[in-house]
């Protein structure tokens, strides 16, 4: 019987992904109409973004253990989190984590070593592409990185929190983020990490200048192999 997945959410568009993703590809393992048994609960984006702006990483724990509790009430036996910034507060949580969770960093870094990558682009927040969220996974499966310019940072974040988490996905956005990877391709990288979860719904990789590691899709992925197999 597969296991019962704990999501703890963030923002909306990406959690949905990661939802509909499990639930969307698990017929492919577990038969028609299946998927594991999932939990969701997420707090407004808003309560988040207050600890984030001022650095305050316990408090983001917090609000994390917080869903996990709820999770793990309703059934949750491990969780994950569809949001790559707010994994900064994950050393926190790890402390008092009741459940085993997956990192969404760790998954990404393990897709990227598999596939050989070796000088991955970050793309995300500016709190996650200035941050050590990727570069300590990064170290430690000896893969390099790099991140935008400041002004690029400064344009991708603002359209992911004007834009990208309210469902808006313009055409000119999605552009640009095309030009940032050329940009990024240029300075030696071979992929690029989709690290915000919502950047998968605007980036289409069939016309990317570098490989995409989406890691909503790929945290989703392993959530439903660690389910079925575990």
Known sequence: MAKHIGIVACSAEGAALCYRTICTEAAQR???HSHPEITMHTYPLLEYMIHVRTGDLEGVAQL???SEAKVAQA???F???PDNTIHEAFKFVRQ???IPWLHIAEVVAGQAKEEGYQSLAILGTKYLMTGPVYPEILKTADISWEIPEENDRERINDIIFGEL???IFKEESRLYFNEVMRKLREKGCDAAIMGCTEIPLIVDPSD???PTLDSTRLLARAAL???VHD
């Open 96 to 98: 008092k984590a009741t």
């Open 79 to 81: 969780a994950i989190c």
């Open 165 to 167: 988490v309210n469902g």
């Open 75 to 77: 059934g949750a036996q």
């Open 208 to 210: 990317c200048p570098l």
């Open 64 to 66: 994390m253990l917080s």
């Open 30 to 32: 577990m038969g028609e």
């Open 225 to 227: 192999k660690r389910a």
